[in-house]
């Protein structure tokens, strides 16, 4: 065996026969190259011509139009040895990572997650090439093709005349005109199954998507060519009849068609879905519970069972949960009781409907005890208890540990159970269990994963943005970022915060490289905020100190003792007055020191938030305090002689009092509740010991 390599390309000889060239341009960044990012249907054309023109530059477009596939194994004689082989695809996939490198790097990341997501549905793990996902991009986004009924080329005289009666075969269908529909059909120039519109609908999709009424549908079904099956007339996206009649939630058409073709029932269209998953998808639910009673009554075991098991029960049941409709879901726990443990989906969106899903869960799981032995439950509970600890739901945990004690210990594919999997979704709830775990507890202090990351180095990890756009401010969320990561510190062996993993990083590493561009942020809100607040106090001072100088009413000629000294009303402004002076000031400084500070990690624990919160407090003060000094100097000045203007003084005084309140107050709230107030982390209370 001969290779060479270079920056371009590498040339693999195996045997005397097989010689093979793979163009690896490594140096060449996608991004710098394409100047479209792919987020829809829109760029699609675009982007296409500009990834092409990439490919082809560099040799590579052999990977995705399919000139050079995966290697495969040949027959070993000769010269040839398996290592020549093995070298062979090694290097075949290091250029095909390279091509999906450079696809996934132009595309947005809404559109990188659903591609991904699509190619790990249809393919194990990561066991895709650049050539899937180009092609599964294509699918996606690629304009819908024109059916080639439609695409003549209008230079004869037949060629037009066809053209003029799918036209007119698909405005009287759409009227629901039927005499117009027979002339046409009883010429025979075209016929009922033809495909009338871009999407590929034939005249029945278009007469079921109407529905001009039963009569007029069952003088169309008539129509069909003999030996053509309902289930075999599809639209350019697979659907059938009866997933047009779902869509649509027509019963009544339903019925017809599944009297006339039961295996429509079981018909899935490209995207997988069954017409019964498109019913609920679509909130149809009366017609979901038509379909389900004609699901009953299919004799084919085997293919009712698929449809309620695996990746398509699990979506179905997910589906009609949403929907609310507790009734469909008890119908297909009827069917097969597995899909059931879904139910952890809901959560608390209103009372009666938390209760239904509570009374669900512990039914199916109830149903799993029954029917299965021990050894079998955690395929039933693994990936529902996991859920429903990354998204909070302490109840739905709480009662599946209930029935499934070990449930406690599931991991997912990482080698991570509920509590690592609670700290890395930031789900204190679920966290909190350990405060009601037996010394199993302990365990935990010390576990690791694959990776040989323990409890802290999870939590140190940056939380998942779903959760830290829950907490307003940059700063309020690094804050909370350091109260769990300071948690679990308290909580894990003191050996384990000095500990590195795979990657030889400790979990200070990892907290301040996963951080750091929220630690930057934080600092631009809390200095934005200082500076804001600081020109605040600044006004408040020169105008109170102003009002000091210049008492209402001037001094008296003898004494220079003011005028109005004996007065009520001039001491609420005197003492109104030096209040506000005092706490201005007070303010001022305390948001000049935050601009001066350092913004270490650390201090967003509690120094700076400490600092934030004396500000704000001290500055409602002043301007509550200012306010009233001003409503006092009004008194004085024109309520001497008309109490009764005392009133509207005491109203307008309230009305920018109580905006402040509104607006500004909350945040000290929150800061206050944040900082010093009862922590996320504790006891959480069960109704049994725990494992």
């Known amino acids: 065996m001969a290779s060479s390599s270079s920056n371009s390309h590498v040339t693999l000889e195996v045997g005397e026969e097989h010689t093979y060239t793979y163009p690896y341009p490594s140096n060449l960044s996608a991004t710098g190259f394409t100047t479209v990012k792919l987020s829809g249907r829109d760029e699609y054309g675009m982007w296409k011509t500009q990834m092409l023109c990439l490919f082809e530059s560099h040799g590579m477009l052999g990977f995705i139009d399919g000139t050079l596939m995966c290697p495969q194994p040949i027959s070993i004689s000769g010269k040839e040895k398996v290592g020549d082989h093995q070298t062979h695809y090694r290097l075949w996939r290091r250029s095909d990572a390279l091509v999906k490198g ?85 010429q025979e120039k ?10 590929g609908n034939t005249a029945l999709h278009a007469a079921v998507g109407s529905f001009r009424g039963r009569e007029f549908l069952e003088k169309l079904l008539e129509k069909i060519p003999e030996n053509t099956q309902l289930t075999n007339i599809r639209n350019s996206d697979g659907s059938t009849l009866l997933h047009v009649a779902a869509i649509s939630g027509n019963n009544e058409t339903a019925d017809i068609l599944v ?8 018909a899935k269209d490209k995207e997988g879905q069954t017409p019964l998953a498109l019913a609920l998808s679509n909130m149809h639910t009366h017609t979901a519970r038509h379909l389900l009673r004609h699901i009953n009554t299919l004799t084919d075991d085997i293919q009712k069972d698929a449809l309620f098991s695996g990746t398509t029960g699990d979506d179905l049941l997910v589906t009609v949960i949403s929907s609310k409709d507790f009734v469909i879901s008890c119908i297909i726990m009827s069917f097969l009781y597995i899909l059931g443990m879904l139910v952890y989906l809901f959560f608390k969106e209103g009372h009666q409907i938390f209760e239904d899903a509570i009374g669900l869960l512990a039914e199916v799981s109830m149903l799993i005890r029954e029917k299965n032995h021990f050894s079998s439950y955690h395929h039933y509970y693994t990936n529902p208890i996991l859920e429903a600890s990354r998204q909070n739901a302490y109840e739905f945990v709480d009662k599946i540990m209930h029935h499934f004690p070990n449930a406690i210990w599931s991991a997912n594919e990482d080698g991570h159970n509920i509590i690592q999997y609670a700290v890395i979704n930031r789900s204190e709830n679920i966290y909190n269990l350990l405060y009601w775990m037996s010394q199993h507890r302990n365990i935990c202090r010390t576990i690791k994963d694959s990776s040989g990351n323990n ?9 998942p943005n779903n959760k830290l756009n829950l907490i307003s401010g940059e700063a309020l969320q690094i804050q909370r ?44 809100w809390m200095k934005s905020t200082a500076e804001s607040y600081t020109i605040t106090a600044a006004l408040i001072i020169t105008i109170v100190f102003a009002a000091a100088i210049t008492v209402p009413g001037g001094n008296k000629q003898e004494g220079g003792l003011p005028v109005f000294t004996n007065h009520t009303a001039f001491t609420i402004f005197a003492i109104s007055d030096a209040i506000s002076l005092f706490s201005a000031v007070t ?17 967003f624990l509690f120094k700076l938030p400490t600092k934030l919160i004396i500000g704000l407090a001290t500055l409602f003060i002043s301007t509550t305090a200012m306010i009233v000094a001003f409503a006092a100097t009004l008194y004085l000045v024109f309520g001497q002689s008309n109490s009764r203007i005392l009133i509207p003084i005491a109203v307008l005084t309230c009305l920018p009092i109580t905006s402040f309140v509104t607006l500004q107050f909350p945040l000290v709230i929150e800061l206050m509740s944040a900082t010093y107030g009862g922590s996320i982390f504790g006891d959480k209370q069960t109704y049994y010991p725990l494992y």
């Not at 409890?455 to 939380?463: E, I």
């Not at 303010?587 to 201090?603: C, G, K, Y």
């Open 102 to 186: 450079w696809i996934f790097g132009s595309l947005s990341k809404p559109t990188l997650g659903y591609v991904l997501d699509r190619l790990h549905q249809q393919r194990n793990a990561n066991d895709f090439s650049g050539k899937d996902a180009w092609d599964e991009l294509h699918t996606m986004y690629a304009p819908v093709g024109i059916p080639p009924e439609l695409l003549v080329v209008e230079d004869t005289p037949q060629d037009k005349d066809r053209a003029k009666n799918l036209d007119r075969l698909y405005n009287y269908t759409e009227a629901g005109y039927w005499n117009g529909v027979e002339d046409i059909l009883r």
């Open 259 to 266: 009297a006339r073709d039961p295996d429509m029932l079981l």
């Open 587 to 603: 303010s001022l400084l305390m948001f000049l020191s935050i601009l001066t500070a350092r913004f270490a990690e650390q201090d």
């Open 190 to 199: 075209v016929a009922v199954t033809d495909k009338i519109t871009n999407n």
């Open 481 to 524: 970022e350091l109260q769990w990561f300071k948690e679990v510190e308290r909580f894990i062996c003191p050996l384990s915060i000095i500990q590195k993993n795979s990657f030889n990083e400790t979990p200070q590493t990892i907290f301040t490289r996963e951080h750091k561009e929220l630690v930057i942020e934080g600092q631009k």
């Open 455 to 463: 409890l802290l180095h999870l939590a140190a990890r940056l939380a």
